[in-house]
Each structure stands twice: as C-alpha cells, then as structure tokens.
C-alpha cells in the first residue's frame, strides 16, 4: 500500500510526520509518488490560528477528495480543538489528536480490519510522554524533539489547550537518538519541541542545560542548534554552558512578540523589555557575533500607533539578524479573543510591511559584517551549478562549484552580499 503524508504548521509536526514516514516504511509501506493517489493519506494538522484551522480543514477535504476510497488519518492541533466536526465528515478514517502519532501504524492496521471510524482524542493534561525516535532527516540537520506541551498561557495562543502541560523525553532517549544520527551522517542537530526550554520542569534536577551538557559531549557532534526558546529560559546556567561549547552555533532564537512593555503585559509574556534586553546583552557578551532572530506579532488588541513605534525602536536597538513578523489572528477560545480595541485589518498590513522592511535592512547589516571571511558551511541544495547552505550562524551561502558534495561540510571566503544569500568562493572541497 501506498501513503502521502501532508503537513502544517511547526517543527515539531515537521517532526512527527517524519516519524509517521519511517514507521510506514520500516512496516513495508510505499511512499506515493507525486501527484499519484495514495492509498493511505495522513494530514498533520495545526490550529494556532483561525486560519490555520481553515487551511487544515481545506486540506483534509481536498485530500479525501482526491484520493477517494483512502483510508484518511487526521491528526495533529486541528482535530484534537474540532475531533467532533471530523467525526461528521465523509472519508476520514481515524482522528487523532496531538497524542499516540507513535501509533498509526496500529491503527491503520485496525482500521483495516474493521473498517470502523478510529477516534482517540485524550486529555492533554493526563497523558505522558509520546516515545518518538526520528531514524533519519535529512543529511544535512536533523530535528529531535525533546519536549511536548506549554503552561505559558499567554493570552493570543491555543497551544497549551491542545498540547497540554510540559512534558519531557527520557535523556537517554534524546542520546541515544542524536547518537544514532551523527552515527548516520548528520552533521547538526536542531532541538525542538513546543516550548523546548522548559525541558526539565517535569523532571527532578535535570532541566534543560544539563541535557545541553550531555548533549555536546557525543563524538562527532559538529553542530546543535536550538529550534526556538523563551528569554526566561536563558539563564545563568545556560549561560554557562554556552560560553564554554562551540558546538552550539552562533544562532539562536529568541521570540519576543512585542517590542512594547504595554502590550507585552496585555499578551500575559513572563518578561517586560528591561529583562530582555539585559539578557540579550549577556548572550552578546558571550557571543559578540551571534545571530539572534525573533517572532512578532503586531495589531494586537489596543495596540496604538505609539505602542508599534516603541515596538520598531526596539527591534532596532537590539539588532536582530531576522524578524519572523505576523499579523494578529483571532484565535477563539483565548483571552485576546474578546479583548477591546481590536486592530482594523489594513492597520495590521502596513505594520507587517514596516517590520518586514527593518527586519531586511537588519539582515543585510549582519551578513556584510561577515563579507571577506572564510567560513565553514554545509549545501543543502545543488542547483544550476551552486551550493546553498547555512553557516552555523544561518547566513545562507550560495557559491559557485562543480558536482555534487550537498552535505559535506564546506569552507568558503564570503564576498558580496545578494540578498537573501551572501556569495561566496570555494576554497575546498572537504572539511
């Protein structure tokens, strides 16, 4: 049998479809070929927003659509908030939530055999770990996700709703996991989860930088990157662990959603501004060249014009290599929800436009500092006679050569900045 898996939304999905993928391979499944119909058709949905909900539900119904006589897996955010609108919905097949993934190739197998609607939504307060191990990515960077669920609460997100309280992989697992990829050929490691620096809180006396610890001690670890974290997660002992590795990159994001300690307090974040900069101040006394990316949201509710202005000063004050912008949603079932002074539409437009604009100037400030140095890089991509790839700083380097050595790590002298890459000339062809 055939099967197409299809997925929306974070890098923890990105995960655990992978995941789904190498379970169905290992028990005798065949990936589809493109654009062919699949006999199997999983949909790992998200529901971080209104619209993410109407892209997961548009994309279900199209799936079933095509593929017609499929057996229809819907898992994932969106049927774990809407499990009752699948359950009317001719052509699904099993509904999972954001718990068991690590199963559906058990349930497909009974589904088979029943032929019965499979449904197993749990309360995501009372629900372990789900064991997940990732056998291969990619040869380049492999995402592990160590962390499930967030008790931040903050006032625009339905996440902890959905994912439910912290909860964290055994650290054997995670070793004997990034063991088994740098075993494979990976090159970077990129830790992930729904709120990855609270690794630990569930656990007695091993938090998040003693996992770092274990983790940069593993033989022929070039690269670990961290997917996302809190700025109250980067403490002093963290702090610690970074200025004593290089194998932790020089990249590191850190959310800040407002740029305005009004706002901020409204969106119910666990930090105001003082704190952020002041910790973003030690990361740079550290690390004097780190790229340092961030999320945004703007419009949200009674956000002013003078509020966003204060929000621009500080982007530009602390100099972020990158700024993920988005506009407001209304997500039902959160506090921002009925909050006042929602944000006019056209108004949240021409605030993405502005943020979108700084944060490319500010891209281009940090990559010419690099323009005339020689840096290592692993190509991700070959194509029309150029290698692309990142640095462990995320420059994305493109650089003229011959063959194909995509994931072999690479030095290269940097020349002139071409946006969204930073050219550059091969000096060899192996590490």
């Known amino acids: 049998m055939t099967f197409s898996i299809y997925t929306l939304g974070c890098k923890v999905n990105s995960y655990e479809s992978n995941v789904m993928h190498d379970l169905l391979i290992n028990e005798g499944y065949k990936e589809a070929s493109k654009d062919s119909k699949s006999d199997i058709v999983i949909i790992n949905t998200c529901s971080v927003t209104n619209t993410a909900d109407s892209k997961s539900l548009k994309l279900i119904k199209r799936c079933i659509k095509e593929n017609e006589g499929a057996i229809v897996v819907v898992?994932?955010?969106?049927?774990?908030?809407?499990?009752?609108?699948?359950?009317?919905?001719?052509?699904?097949?099993?509904?999972?939530?954001?718990?068991?993934?690590?199963?559906?190739?058990?349930?497909?197998?009974e589904f088979i055999k029943n032929k019965k609607l499979?449904?197993?939504?749990?309360?995501?307060?009372?629900?372990?770990?789900?064991?997940?191990?990732l056998n291969n990515f990619d040869k380049t960077r492999?995402?592990?996700?160590?962390?499930?669920?967030?008790?931040?609460?903050?006032?625009?997100?339905?996440?902890?709703?959905l994912r439910g309280k912290v909860r964290s992989k055994d650290k054997d697992n995670v070793i004997d996991e990034i063991k088994t990829l740098v075993?494979?050929?990976?090159?970077?490691?990129?830790?992930?989860?729904?709120?990855?620096?609270?690794?630990?809180a569930d656990l007695d006396n091993y938090d998040f930088s003693d996992l770092l610890e274990d983790i940069i001690k593993i033989d022929g670890l070039e690269r670990l990157r961290i997917s996302s974290i809190e700025i109250n997660e980067l403490n002093d002992k963290f702090m610690e662990v970074l200025k004593?590795?290089?194998?932790?990159?020089?990249?590191?994001?850190?959310?800040?959603?407002?740029?305005?300690?009004?706002?901020?307090?409204?969106?119910?974040?666990?930090?105001?501004?003082?704190f952020f900069k002041k910790r973003i101040g030690v990361i740079r006394s550290i690390r004097p060249e780190?790229?340092?990316?961030?999320?945004?949201?703007?419009?949200?509710?009674?956000?002013?014009?003078?509020?966003?202005?204060?929000?621009?000063?500080?982007?530009?004050?602390?100099?972020?290599?990158?700024?993920?912008?988005?506009?407001?949603?209304?997500?039902?079932?959160?506090?921002?929800?009925?909050?006042?002074?929602?944000?006019k539409e056209e108004i949240k437009k021409e605030r993405v436009r502005?943020?979108?604009?700084?944060?490319?100037?500010l891209e281009k400030e940090y990559m010419e500092k690099f323009v005339g140095r020689t840096m290592e890089f692993i190509p991700e991509v070959?194509?029309?006679?150029?290698?692309?790839?990142?640095?462990?700083?995320?420059?994305?380097?493109?650089?003229?050569?011959?063959?194909?050595?995509?994931?072999?790590?690479?030095?290269?002298?940097?020349?002139?900045?071409?946006?969204?890459?930073?050219?550059?000339?091969?000096?060899?062809?192996?590490?």
């Open 75 to 109: 898992c994932g955010c969106y049927s774990q908030a809407n499990s009752e609108v699948l359950e009317k919905l001719d052509g699904v097949s099993v509904i999972l939530g954001t718990h068991d993934k690590s199963k559906v190739v058990d349930y497909i197998k």
């Open 118 to 133: 499979i449904k197993k939504i749990y309360d995501m307060n009372n629900v372990g770990f789900d064991k997940m191990m």
């Open 244 to 274: 004593k590795s290089s194998i932790i990159v020089d990249h590191i994001h850190i959310p800040i959603q407002s740029g305005c300690d009004k706002t901020l307090k409204d969106m119910n974040r666990k930090y105001d501004l003082d």
């Open 183 to 200: 075993g494979e050929g990976h090159h970077e490691i990129v830790l992930t989860g729904i709120h990855t620096g609270h690794y630990g």
């Open 382 to 431: 070959f194509k029309d006679g150029y290698f692309i790839g990142h640095t462990g700083n995320y420059l994305q380097v493109k650089v003229k050569a011959e063959g194909n050595l995509t994931h072999e790590s690479l030095k290269c002298r940097l020349i002139e900045v071409n946006y969204p890459y930073i050219m550059g000339s091969l000096i060899d062809t192996h590490k």
């Open 290 to 343: 780190m790229s340092i990316s961030t999320d945004l949201i703007v419009g949200f509710p009674g956000e002013t014009e003078e509020d966003f202005n204060i929000t621009l000063s500080t982007l530009e004050e602390l100099k972020f290599s990158k700024i993920h912008c988005f506009p407001f949603s209304v997500r039902k079932g959160t506090k921002a929800e009925t909050m006042d002074n929602q944000v």
């Open 354 to 361: 502005k943020v979108i604009d700084l944060s490319t100037k």
């Open 142 to 161: 492999a995402f592990v996700k160590i962390e499930d669920g967030c008790e931040n609460f903050c006032s625009f997100c339905i996440i902890p709703y």
